[in-house]
């Protein structure tokens, strides 16, 4: 495939012009970096909290094989958490079965981070699907940015061959996804290319074979070429998709230390967007176009879009700087963090459908100090201009990572809770619906995965999403590392992320 001949040729050519010899890995700050896990299966009591049916499931960077030392390069595992009745919860967890978690050492592996680990192999190992999980139709997908998804079976966590038949080289770890309607949509690169100009929106369409394709319905054209187009976390309104356009950058290999792809490029911040009409708007209002915001950042994360009175989308985002993927290199992992040098001030973007710049805004003036990401919300509020709250992972400037969650007002654009506790570290608190949570928005639960420096385990955490009270918080029995995403299904619905 061009994007393998074209990453790895280079890498080859800086390896010769600039070699790097081999050390230790670096030892983590905090100890669920970097940190394999090795359980299987575990049954844990709960005390006060009624999820009696709820499946969960997290995709977490698992295993780190020697020499491994970019976090989110861990080979992807998948966490089924199962709430029983008589309050008791079940823990399973498989790997991914990827050629490189079956043979890591007799394949060339290449990720972020790490690789060629050994370019005498022909076999290339390139799939590694760690980042987030896609609910689609009773399939379980496990998803990156990149088309080499993964399919596991959501009851038995067996690795199916099944994958995404799609013309580029790149997709979205977080589609855009209608629970209604049951449609997903993906912004790519039109082509095969890993760079190009011309970029499209396509609906998911499930295969008889039970592989997903990409269905095409929109393309614009870039200014300028891009390389490896891409776009973490698309969003959509009930009439609107909206994508902010990221694509990497190339820098000098000698300035830095890194390996795989990281050493060569990083993702540049750009300000071009897509915006696209879904496929079942009418002719007269269609529109497709590229607009332009007044910042450049990569795109993190979207929070909930909607549409306003006046016809325009709003989108908060979580926005990041060029730095942002080395924060998770062996390197820095060790040293205490520098916030802003990855994060910028999260943003409320006003997006002009039809004509005019996009034009973005601080989302919380007052708490220009704190830096969050990993944003959840009630699923059965997605698309409401009425909806209120968000949560996410927060850090100040003196915090090592995420050490708290908080609850976003966001009419009033500010947070208007926190849960904290000494030394401890969370992870993405992902919302579950219960009865109420249609008509009340912040009722029901949250689940993070917390980890407490010093502890030998990682506890699965419950918090009340209407003023982020503990509810309980039992231990697994193992450190989990730090992840990226959950989802939940509940009474037979599985919410995508977000």
Same mark, same amino acid.
């Given at each position: 495939p061009p994007l393998r001949t074209f990453i790895v040729a280079a890498f080859i050519l800086s390896m010769g012009m600039y070699y790097v010899p081999s050390s230790p890995a670096a030892k983590p700050r905090i100890e669920f970096f970097l940190k394999s896990l090795l359980m299987s299966n575990a049954l844990v009591g709960l005390e006060r909290s009624d999820l009696t049916g709820v499946r969960h499931y997290r995709v977490l960077p698992g295993r780190f094989p020697e020499g491994m030392k970019y976090h989110f390069d861990g080979l992807a595992t998948v966490m089924k958490l199962?709430?029983?009745? #008589?309050?008791?919860?079940?823990?399973?967890?498989?790997?991914?079965?990827?050629?490189?978690?079956? #043979?890591?050492?007799?394949?060339?592996?290449? #990720?972020? @981070?790490?690789?060629?680990?050994?370019?005498?192999?022909?076999?290339?190992?390139?799939?590694?699907?760690?980042?987030?999980?896609?609910?689609?139709? %009773?399939?379980?997908?496990?998803?990156?940015?990149?088309?080499?998804? @993964?399919?596991?079976?959501?009851?038995?966590?067996?690795?199916?061959?099944?994958?995404?038949?799609?013309? #580029?080289?790149?997709?979205?770890?977080?589609?855009?996804c209608d629970q209604k309607t049951k449609e997903c949509f993906v912004q790519h690169p039109c082509t095969i290319s890993p760079v190009g100009r011309q970029v499209c929106f396509s609906r998911l369409e499930s295969v008889d074979n039970g592989n997903l394709?990409?269905?095409?319905?929109?393309?614009?054209?870039?200014?300028?070429?891009?390389?490896?187009?891409? =776009?973490?976390?698309?969003?959509?309104?009930?009439?609107?998709?909206? =994508?902010?356009? %990221?694509?990497?950058?190339?820098?000098?290999?000698? @300035?830095?230390?890194?390996?795989?792809?990281?050493?060569?490029?990083?993702?540049?911040?750009?300000?071009?967007?897509?915006?696209?009409?879904?496929?079942?708007?009418? %002719?007269?209002?269609?529109?497709?176009?590229?607009?332009?915001?007044?910042?450049?950042?990569?795109?993190?994360?979207?929070?909930?879009?909607?549409?306003?009175?006046?016809?325009?989308?709003?989108?908060?985002?979580?926005?990041?700087t060029s730095a942002y993927l080395d924060s998770y290199f062996?390197?820095?992992?060790?040293?205490?963090?520098?916030?802003?040098?990855?994060?910028?001030?999260?943003?409320?973007?006003?997006?002009?459908?039809?004509? @005019?710049?996009?034009?973005?805004?601080?989302?919380?003036?007052?708490?220009?100090?704190?830096?969050?990401?990993?944003?959840?919300?009630?699923?059965?509020w997605k698309m409401s201009p009425e909806s209120r709250y968000f949560y996410a992972i927060a850090g100040d400037a003196n915090s090592l990572w995420f050490d708290r969650v908080i609850k976003v007002d966001s009419h009033r654009r500010k947070i208007v809770s926190v849960w904290q506790s000494p030394g401890t570290y969370v992870t993405e608190a992902s919302f579950i619906p219960n009865a109420d949570s249609e008509k009340s928005e912040d009722s029901g639960v949250l689940l993070t995965i917390s980890y407490k420096q010093g502890d030998s385990t990682s506890h699965v955490t419950l918090l009340d999403p209407k003023d982020l009270t503990l509810k309980e918080s039992v231990a697994v029995g193992e450190i989990v590392p730090f992840h990226a995403h959950g989802v939940s299904c509940v009474d037979g619905q599985c919410y995508s992320n977000p």
């Open positions: 199962e709430f029983l009745a #008589g309050g008791k919860l079940n823990i399973s967890v498989k790997p991914f079965e990827s050629a490189a978690e079956r #043979g890591y050492a007799t394949c060339d592996f290449f #990720g972020s @981070g790490t690789g060629p680990t050994n370019v005498l192999i022909p076999h290339v190992c390139f799939q590694n699907p760690g980042v987030n999980l896609l609910p689609f139709k %009773d399939q379980l997908w496990l998803t990156i940015d990149t088309n080499a998804w @993964g399919l596991m079976d959501p009851t038995t966590l067996e690795t199916l061959p099944n994958k995404v038949v799609t013309s #580029g080289q790149t997709l979205n770890a977080h589609p855009a394709k990409t269905e095409p319905f929109a393309t614009a054209t870039l200014k300028e070429q891009a390389v490896l187009q891409h =776009s973490h976390s698309p969003c959509l309104t009930q009439n609107y998709l909206v =994508s902010k356009l %990221d694509r990497f950058v190339w820098r000098n290999p000698a @300035g830095n230390n890194h390996r795989g792809l990281l050493r060569l490029m990083h993702q540049g911040e750009s300000n071009e967007w897509m915006i696209t009409s879904r496929p079942h708007v009418s %002719d007269a209002a269609n529109v497709t176009r590229i607009a332009r915001s007044n910042v450049s950042f990569v795109n993190n994360h979207f929070v909930n879009c909607y549409e306003t009175e006046t016809g325009d989308v709003v989108v908060d985002t979580m926005a990041t062996d390197t820095t992992l060790s040293q205490p963090p520098n916030w802003t040098e990855i994060f910028k001030q999260a943003m409320r973007c006003t997006v002009p459908v039809h004509s @005019g710049d996009i034009s973005c805004q601080p989302l919380l003036p007052n708490d220009e100090n704190l830096f969050f990401d990993y944003p959840t919300f009630n699923p059965k």
